[in-house]
C-alpha cells in the first residue's frame, strides 16, 4: 500500500494510543510492572510454564527497537532499514521500542522484577523501518525480507485507510506461502478496518480495556478476528528505560497477539501459520459485553485472546489455512520454507543452484549422482574430465513428513464457544503510577 505522509503519522502514534508520558516523579521500575495489568489477565506464571516462545523470531515493523533498553537486551537481532538510516536499532521514536517490549520483554534488576515484562519473554525480536529513502511506505519490502530472514510471525502496528496495494498483497501472499503469520491492528479511528489488516491473509486485532470491554476507538468490520489488552498498557520508553510509556490502542494489542503466537508457535512447530491463527481464535473468549453477537463478531472478532488455553486445551489442527482468507497467489506453506538465507527480500532464493535443487538435499543428491555417473562413463571413453566444479548447497525444504494429514475445516468445534473462566472478566482495578503525568503528544 501507499501510505500519505499523514497516514503514516496515524499508523505511528494514534494506532500507537499516541499518550507517550514521562514516568510520574517516584514512580519506580517495580511500579512499572505492576501497572502492567494485562499479565494478571493473561496469568503469565501458568502460561510460562508451558512456553515462553523460545526459538520464534517476531519481526516487529514500526519506528525501530531500542536495543540498548535494559528490558530488551539480548532479544533485538540486528534487523533493516530500508531506509539506509539504520533506524532499525536506534530510533528516535519509541513506538517500537513499546511494541517490542510487549513481545519480548525481560524486564531487569534482581531477579528481573523490575521494568517491563513481554507475554513471550524467550522470542527474539527482528526490527524493521516502516519508511524507505524517500519517507514512502516500505511495509511490502520489509514483510519481504522478514520472511526470507526467518521470522514466523510479523508484528504490523500500523494502518491507514488508503488500501491495499498489488505490491503488498504480493507480500502478504509471499508471507502466507512461506508460513509466516502477520498480525496487523484494526486501527484506532473506530472506523473500518483499516490496511494492512483488512487484507486477506492477515490476523486483524482491535483492543479491550481491563474489563474486557471494546474500546471505543476500536476499528471494526468482518475482518476482524481477535482482541486484547489494549487500553492504559504500559510498556517500554526511549532513553535507556528511563521512560515507560502508557497507551491505549490496537497497536499494543496486535503486540500480545503477536506474542500468543509465538508462544504457540514454539509449543507446536509443526502448525502451520493458519494452524496457530486456529488455536488462538479456538481458545478466545467473547466477553458478555458483546452482548451475544453472533461470530464472529465485527468488533470482537472471536474475542479475546487466552494464551494459557490457547497453549493447552485440546483443538484440532485442521486445514493448512485454519480461519486466515487465503491470499490471492499464496502457495501452500510447508514447515521450513522461510529458514533464513543470505539474499536481500525480493532477490531468487535460488542463486547458483540448478532449479532442480530447489526441491531439497534429495534432488542435490540425484544431480551429484548423475555428474559422477557421466563422468565415470567419460573417463573410460577419452582423458579424465576436469573435476566437476562443487555444487551450491540445497536450501532448507519441508520437513520430511510435512504438511501431516489435516481434518477438513469446518465441522470442528465453533470458536469462541468456550465459557469464560470463573469470576472473569471482573478484575480488581490496579495502582497507575502515570497518573498525572504529561499530556499526550
Do not use: C
Not at 21 to 38: E, H, Y
Amino acid at each position: 500500500m501507499t501510505l500519505t505522509r499523514a497516514m503514516r503519522v496515524l499508523g505511528a502514534t494514534t494506532l500507537a494510543g499516541a499518550l507517550l508520558l514521562t514516568a510520574a516523579p517516584g514512580a519506580s521500575a517495580d511500579q512499572v510492572r505492576d501497572g502492567q495489568w494485562a499479565n494478571q489477565y493473561f496469568k503469565l506464571d501458568k502460561v510460562w510454564s508451558v512456553s515462553k516462545g523460545d526459538g520464534v523470531i517476531v519481526a516487529v515493523i514500526d519506528s525501530g527497537v531500542d536495543a540498548t533498553h535494559p528490558d530488551l537486551t539480548g532479544q533485538v537481532l540486528p534487523g533493516y532499514d530500508e531506509s539506509g538510516q539504520n533506524l532499525n536499532t536506534k530510533p528516535t521514536d519509541a513506538h517500537g521500542t513499546g511494541m517490542a517490549s510487549l513481545i519480548a520483554g525481560h524486564g531487569h534488576g534482581p531477579g528481573n522484577t523490575s521494568g517491563v515484562v513481554g507475554l513471550a519473554p524467550g522470542a527474539k525480536i527482528l526490527p524493521l523501518y516502516k519508511d524507505d529513502a524517500t519517507g514512502g511506505d516500505a511495509l511490502p519490502q520489509d514483510i519481504k525480507w522478514a520472511v526470507d530472514k526467518g521470522a514466523k510471525v510479523i508484528n504490523v502496528s500500523l494502518a491507514g485507510h488508503s488500501g491495499d496495494s498489488d505490491e503488498l498483497k504480493q507480500a502478504i501472499a509471499y508471507a502466507a506461502s512461506h508460513d509466516v503469520l502477520i498480525v496487523a491492528g484494526s486501527g484506532n479511528d473506530g472506523s473500518s478496518v483499516a490496511s494492512p489488516a483488512s487484507a486477506a491473509g492477515v490476523m486483524a486485532v482491535g483492543a479491550v480495556d481491563k474489563d474486557l470491554k471494546l474500546w471505543s476507538k476500536s476499528n471494526s468490520g468482518p475482518q476482524m478476528m481477535l482482541t486484547a489488552p489494549g487500553v492504559d498498557i504500559v510498556s517500554a520508553g526511549p532513553n535507556m528505560g528511563t521512560k515507560y510509556r502508557i497507551a491505549q490502542g490496537t497497536s499494543d494489542a496486535t503486540a500480545y497477539v503477536s506474542a500468543a503466537a509465538a508462544l504457540v508457535r514454539a509449543k507446536f512447530p509443526k502448525l502451520t501459520a493458519g494452524q496457530v491463527a486456529n488455536r488462538l481464535v479456538k481458545s478466545a473468549q467473547l466477553p458478555a459485553s458483546a452482548g451475544g453477537a453472533g461470530l464472529p463478531d465485527s468488533g470482537f472478532g472471536y474475542g479475546v485472546i487466552r494464551p494459557y488455553e490457547a497453549l493447552t486445551m485440546d483443538i484440532p489442527a485442521g486445514s493448512p489455512e485454519g480461519p486466515l482468507a487465503k491470499p490471492a497467489g499464496a502457495a501452500a506453506p510447508s514447515a521450513a520454507s522461510n529458514a533464513p538465507v543470505s539474499q536481500p527480500a525480493g532477490k531468487s532464493a535460488v542463486g547458483g543452484i540448478t532449479p532442480l535443487m530447489v526441491f531439497g538435499g534429495g534432488a542435490v543428491l540425484v544431480v551429484l549422482l548423475v555428474i559422477v555417473i557421466a563422468v565415470a562413463t567419460r573417463s573410460r571413453r577419452q582423458a579424465p574430465a576436469a573435476p566437476v566444479p562443487p555444487q551450491g548447497q540445497a536450501p532448507y525444504g519441508a520437513a520430511p513428513g510435512w504438511p501431516p494429514a489435516q481434518q477438513p475445516y469446518g465441522g470442528q468445534q465453533p470458536y469462541g464457544t468456550q465459557p469464560p473462566p470463573p469470576g472473569h472478566p471482573q478484575q480488581q482495578p490496579y495502582q497507575n503510577p502515570y497518573q498525572g503525568g504529561n499530556p499526550p503528544r
